[in-house]
């Protein structure tokens, strides 16, 4: 048992943010908290860690109330820039360690070491606001994990980030994970959450849409996306009823088989079109399956 989230309701004024959200995080997995802009993502991740209260319902940590296992804890790290700008970098994490109660020289050993896995060191006397925004982000990150705590809960981590550093990150995740670390994080980049996610949980408009084991789900809704490539008549498609095209690319066709479509008469009428390179029965991708339950206005 890790984190448990039980009804949770917010309202601002007239707006009700969150509505009856009830999910629960097993510990030491990492879970893809998704949901389209406004969906109330930040607000449930503030209210998990005692940021704002709720109006409504709780949240545990192994069957107490998460506020029970103090600010050491765990790591969060807010979508918005939250750095002091004139300090800087190596004195800002040595900062951001003490106030979680890390010692003076492990403090300082911690952020030499994390500023050297993160590429920092020569910005390391810099002050923040020298920095730029992937070097902010990145610092943030640290902030997050230099005391070491056993729930990282990250608001879309990946956010300026370059494809090195984006890569590099997520090494570093998978790392904590491994290390028995329980990990929440949002993201907008569904091919990240497919990559290091093994559950999910999807809001919309504040309430709860789909949870649970993403492999599980993905697997549940069966292989109905079919994806063709060949060379000949482009237009072959057209003529089998029941046939979606999802998207056309350059270099392939991706299809969604509608109840009682069999791939098999999509492959006959291919092969009479032209010569087939590619034909690959799926499932579902985690941005189709986004896109299916929240809408593709979200």
């Known amino acids: 048992m890790g984190l448990s989230v039980q009804n949770i309701t917010k309202r601002f004024r007239d707006v009700t943010a969150v509505k009856d959200l009830s ?11 998704l949901g389209p802009n406004g969906a109330g993502k930040t607000t449930t991740m503030r209210m998990i860690l005692g940021i704002i209260k ?7 940590w192994e069957g107490m109330p998460f506020l029970h296992w103090g600010r050491s ?8 820039r939250g750095l002091y700008p004139k300090m800087r970098l190596d004195e800002h994490l040595v900062f951001l360690a003490r106030i979680n109660g ?53 608001d879309e981590p990946f956010s300026g980030l370059d ?36 559950d999910i949980v999807l809001i919309h408009k504040g309430q709860l849409v ?12 069966g292989r109905q996306i079919l994806r063709v490539a060949l060379e000949g008549d482009r237009d072959f498609w057209r003529r089998i009823p029941g046939l979606i095209l999802l998207g056309e690319r350059p ?17 006959e009428a291919a092969m009479e079109a032209g010569q087939v390179i590619r034909f690959e029965l799926a499932e579902p991708s985690l941005d189709q399956i986004f896109i299916e339950r929240v809408g593709a206005g979200a």
């Open 23 to 33: 999910f629960e995080v097993d510990r030491g997995r990492i879970l893809g908290f």
């Open 54 to 60: 709720p109006d409504a319902g709780e949240v545990t």
């Open 73 to 80: 804890f765990f790591g969060y790290l807010p979508e918005e």
């Open 102 to 154: 890390v010692p003076a020289r492990d403090a300082r050993q911690r952020a030499a070491q994390w500023i050297d896995r993160f590429g920092l060191g020569q910005y390391s006397h810099k002050r923040i606001e020298e920095l730029s925004k992937g070097n902010q982000q990145k610092v943030q990150v640290i902030g997050a994990l230099i005391h070491e705590p056993e729930l990282l809960i990250l």
């Open 163 to 198: 494809p090195v550093n984006t890569a590099m990150l997520k090494d570093v995740l998978l790392e904590q994970n491994k290390a028995g670390r329980t990990i929440i994080f949002s993201s907008h980049r569904m091919d990240q959450v497919e990559e290091l996610c093994e």
């Open 210 to 221: 789909l949870a649970g084991n993403l492999r599980r789900i993905k697997s549940a809704m």
């Open 251 to 267: 270099d392939y066709f991706e299809f969604r088989l509608s109840a009682g479509v069999s791939p098999n008469v999509v492959l």
